[in-house]
């Protein structure tokens, strides 16, 4: 076994590893990269390590049957050299500590030429790096370590961000007493050319427990009344609608067009409605954001992220915590890995989603969950937490290839799934 070390406390860590390797009878030996500062807690680590060191090259990381990685962790500041990247891709078999070298722990960004580890053991909490693409997929098995950290220590960090999961939010369950309108009503604005998104928005919406469903339809009314019969279809102008103050909730923009959405929603911010803006939504706001002040969720996906705010560049987690400071609401940037920014600067970091997702109208279902949660009484950030998660247990249960209605029928269980995961009752 060879453990890479470099000069700082990642280095640190690969020597005390080294020394508890050797205990245990393991042949190991260290290759170092640069020595650590003397007087410093690597230094020390790396004096009580006894055992055999080797030179720091791609051919000794060959020879090894097991290479851990324990050259930059969290203190990465530059891109990789090429010397190093040769020796960590050298390895055969790799364990890294903390983040594999040459990822950056903050964005999931490489830095200069890094090779995949087979699992990564890192302290305490995970680490967005861990769980954003493309580092997510170098990282191999993660494996968070419990390191007897000092509570005191670790409330001196509190954390910015979250690993989305139902610890993190609480789910609303229903009493003897719940009824349609306490369970919540969610509003949808259908459009007349693609009336099938807000068909697949109101089934999310049904399927994640709102009380009751209403398309604001007008003119295209007739588009909807052969549709699910638990569906209300409404054919007044949208100012009528407005009035009735238990239609606290819409959802605006999938199937929309960019007519439409203007006629749409100015009217539903102007009535203080709690409103959740996806798909034509933000196409039709593309470079003015600003234009979508007063929203309470946006859902865009990479595409329409960027329409709106411009390129991301490096560092999602800033850009979308950005986008939700600036626009004052709950930002969700959808993806294989999905970020849900509050404007307050709480990230949520969503992995518990299958590629089976990815098919057209998905992003609609998942529009209505959150609104059906919005509907409920959650806090936005809380509902859209709760929803991606719910969506993505969906997913996962749905099989390879599913239809974005079929993620319907998986709503309810993954709902109960999450409640008992709270420790909450089902009814
Ligand atoms: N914090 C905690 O609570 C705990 C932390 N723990 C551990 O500490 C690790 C973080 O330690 P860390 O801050 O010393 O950073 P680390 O990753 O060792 O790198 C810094 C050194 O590398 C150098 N360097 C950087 N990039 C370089 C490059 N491309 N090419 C060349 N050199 C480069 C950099 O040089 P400088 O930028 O200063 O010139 C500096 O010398 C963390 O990942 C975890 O393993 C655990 O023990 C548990 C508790
Ligand atoms: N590879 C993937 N892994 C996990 N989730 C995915 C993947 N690809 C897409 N998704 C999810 O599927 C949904 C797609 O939404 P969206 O892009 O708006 O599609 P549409 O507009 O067709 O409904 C999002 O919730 C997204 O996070």
């Known amino acids: 076994?060879?453990?890479?070390?470099?000069?700082?406390?990642?280095?640190?860590?690969?020597?005390?590893?080294?020394?508890?390797?050797?205990?245990?009878?393991?042949?190991?030996?260290?290759?170092?990269?640069?020595?650590?500062?003397?007087?410093?807690?690597?230094?020390?680590?790396?004096?009580?390590?006894?055992?055999?060191?080797?030179?720091?090259?791609?051919?000794?990381?060959?020879?090894?049957?097991?290479?851990?990685?324990?050259?930059?962790?969290?203190?990465?500041?530059?891109?990789?050299?090429?010397?190093?990247?040769?020796?960590?891709?050298?390895?055969?078999?790799?364990?890294?500590?903390?983040?594999?070298?040459?990822?950056?722990?903050?964005?999931?960004?490489p830095r200069g030429r890094v090779s995949k580890a087979l699992m990564t053991v890192t302290f305490v909490r995970p680490k967005p790096g861990h769980l954003l693409y493309p580092g997510r997929e170098d990282v191999g098995e993660l494996v968070v370590a419990d390191i007897g950290m000092p509570s005191a220590a670790l409330a001196s960090v509190p954390p910015r961000a979250w690993r989305n999961h139902p610890g993190l939010w609480h789910l609303p369950v229903l009493s003897a007493e719940s009824h349609k309108y306490t369970r919540g009503?969610?509003?949808?604005?259908?459009?007349?050319?693609?009336?099938?998104?807000?068909?697949?928005?109101?089934?999310?919406?049904?399927?994640?427990?709102?009380?009751?469903?209403?398309?604001?339809?007008?003119?295209?009314?007739?588009?909807?009344?052969?549709?699910?019969?638990?569906?209300?279809?409404?054919?007044?102008?949208?100012?009528?609608?407005?009035?009735?103050?238990?239609?606290?909730?819409?959802?605006?923009?999938?199937?929309?067009?960019?007519?439409?959405?203007?006629?749409a929603l100015p009217l539903l911010l102007a009535a203080q409605k709690t409103v959740l803006a996806d798909a034509g939504a933000l196409s039709a706001y593309a470079g003015a954001p600003e234009k979508l002040r007063g929203v309470a969720v946006i859902t865009p996906h990479m595409g329409e992220f960027t329409k709106l705010f411009g390129p991301v560049g490096q560092d999602l987690p800033t850009a979308v915590r950005k986008a939700a400071k600036d626009l004052n609401a709950v930002v969700v940037l959808k993806g294989p890995t999905t970020l849900i920014a509050a404007p307050d600067g709480r990230l949520a970091v969503n992995t518990h989603a299958s590629p089976a997702l990815g098919t057209a109208g998905s992003g609609d279902t998942l529009s209505g969950v959150i609104a059906a949660l919005l509907a409920a009484g959650m806090a936005a950030w809380d509902a859209a937490g709760a929803g991606v998660w719910l969506h993505g247990e969906a997913g996962l249960q749905a099989g390879a290839w599913p239809l974005a209605e079929d993620l319907d029928r998986y709503l309810g269980p993954a709902r109960e799934k999450a409640t008992k995961m709270q420790g909450g009752a089902l009814i």
Not at 36 to 48: H, N
Not at 65 to 83: E, M, Q, T
Not at 190 to 219: D, F
């Open 185 to 263: 009503v969610v509003s949808i604005c259908a459009g007349q050319s693609m009336p099938g998104a807000a068909r697949l928005c109101a089934g999310g919406a049904r399927s994640a427990g709102a009380g009751l469903v209403r398309i604001a339809a007008e003119q295209g009314a007739d588009l909807f009344r052969s549709g699910p019969p638990g569906l209300v279809v409404d054919d007044a102008p949208l100012p009528d609608l407005l009035e009735d103050a238990r239609r606290k909730v819409w959802v605006c923009g999938p199937g929309l067009t960019e007519r439409e959405v203007e006629g």
């Open 1 to 109: 076994m060879l453990v890479l070390c470099g000069p700082g406390n990642n280095g640190g860590d690969g020597y005390v590893a080294a020394r508890y390797l050797a205990q245990a009878g393991w042949p190991v030996s260290v290759a170092a990269y640069g020595e650590p500062k003397a007087g410093s807690v690597s230094a020390l680590a790396a004096a009580r390590f006894k055992g055999p060191r080797q030179p720091f090259t791609p051919e000794e990381a060959q020879r090894a049957d097991l290479v851990v990685d324990a050259v930059f962790g969290a203190g990465l500041s530059r891109d990789l050299d090429k010397g190093v990247s040769a020796v960590l891709g050298a390895a055969s078999r790799r364990v890294a500590i903390d983040m594999p070298s040459g990822i950056d722990g903050g964005t999931g960004q």
